[in-house]
């Protein structure tokens, strides 16, 4: 097993070769096995990954269903350990367990092969008069912070999940080496402008906890988790706007691409007339009969994606045509050639987050899929006779 410092100089390689460092919280093998495989850095052992990995939702681990800490450890020492060997892995400790001696039990955790330690599940995500309660009983977030100083006395990693900068400023005083801005359960099916206000929402926060870290200790290594952060776009987006060093998904990586692989791959087997229609993945299985409306596919797969790169071959692949013949065909129905209207459809979206959103115009170039803000703004104007400034000083 890696020491300390050569798990942290490895991952510091990393960022000063300007790569991003990503982290799954896996809870079964099978998702941890493929994610080292697709170059994560490191993996983390949490009780939410479990209940995922049995079909339930990540709230399970914030629940009385099991023992939080017992699961984790039989889980990481039997399943998870064996497979990954000497690939590290850090530990989601219940740091509040009143039942523990959190001395001798950190002792246990590092001896079974464990690299360090995480703060989950974590009182952070409760609010509210529960909170409260909680913490008048002893279980507050300092507990945690106290056993994350006594994880890097004994030369353990340590993972901070953080929610504001008093959180994050008592975790850097422990001494944390990964500091995690913690944006809530991972949301999915967010889309348009009610996502891109959230995205930009979570861009501010992140931004001022990472600025209390580069005053404090600007060594500590910065990642992210959660909230509206599920896609490698929005992870993009959050790379080009924060000073964020890495990712780590939970969700991201088993859930979501999980659900919707098994989903999709048992309707294709299925073929029958109960598959839903509606269902863009669906539709490009049917894109292989020559009675198909690739038109309409092509717009509902342009409306889904119109913020990422489209490849019209790649359309014309899915519909088993030659480019050539679906340019000509969606001309004729459309009135105009594929670039045209993917431009245009991006332009009015983005129309429509500057007038209703409060967002900068090169935040809505990114969210609409330009990176140069230059290009957009030119776009903009030659489509709707005006700058995307005059648009948003109008609202």
């Known amino acids: 097993m890696l020491s300390r410092e050569a798990f942290l100089e490895k991952l510091r390689r990393e960022i000063d070769a300007e790569n991003h460092l990503i982290a799954v919280a896996s809870g079964t093998g099978l998702t941890a096995k493929y ?40 889980f990481g020492v039997r399943e998870l350990i064996p497979l990954v060997g000497d690939f590290p892995v850090v530990f989601g400790l219940n740091a509040t367990d009143p039942t523990r001696d959190m001395a001798a039990y950190l002792d246990e955790i590092r001896q079974s092969g464990f690299i360090g330690i995480n703060n989950y599940p974590t009182i952070g995500l409760i609010d509210g008069k ?41 975790m850097l005083d422990a001494g944390t080496d990964i500091l995690c801005v913690h944006l809530g359960l991972t949301q999915g099916g967010m889309l348009g402008a009610a996502k891109a206000l959230s995205l930009v929402a979570s861009k501010d926060r992140i ?59 048992t309707k294709a087997f299925k073929t029958t007339d109960d598959i839903d229609e509606s269902d863009l993945m669906s539709k490009m299985l049917n ?35 030659s480019r050539s013949h679906l340019s000509a065909q969606f001309k004729k129905e459309v009135g105009c050639s594929f670039p045209e209207y993917l431009v245009n459809f991006r332009i009015h979206k983005a129309a429509k987050l500057l007038k209703e959103e409060n967002l900068r115009v090169s935040e809505v170039a990114e969210l609409v899929g330009y990176q140069d803000v230059a290009h957009f703004s030119k776009i903009f104007k030659k489509y709707m006779g005006v700058s995307p400034k005059t648009v948003k000083h109008k609202t």
């Open 130 to 170: 529960f909170r409260e309660a909680l913490e008048e009983n002893g279980s507050a977030f300092e507990h945690e912070v106290e056993v994350f100083r006594m994880a890097h006395e004994r030369g353990m990693v340590t993972v901070a999940f953080v929610f504001d900068e008093n959180q994050a400023g008592a």
């Open 287 to 321: 894109g292989i009969t020559k009675y198909y409306d690739y038109t309409g596919f092509i717009k509902e797969y342009v409306k889904e994606n119109y913020m990422n790169e489209i490849s019209f071959l790649d359309l014309a692949k899915v519909c088993h045509v």
């Open 207 to 265: 931004e001022a906890i990472y600025a209390l870290c580069d005053r404090q200790r600007p060594e500590v290594i910065k990642m992210l988790y959660g909230g509206p952060v599920k896609t490698p776009v929005d992870v993009q987006y959050m790379y080009q706007n924060t000073s964020a060093h890495g990712y780590i998904g939970g969700s991201a990586f088993d859930r979501i691409p999980t659900e919707k692989s098994l989903m999709n791959i």
């Open 35 to 74: 994610a080292i495989q697709g170059g994560a850095d490191f993996l983390l052992a949490l009780n939410s990954g479990i209940f995922r990995g049995m079909g339930r939702g990540s709230l399970g681990g914030l629940l009385p269903y099991a023992n939080s800490n017992d699961m984790v450890y039989e």
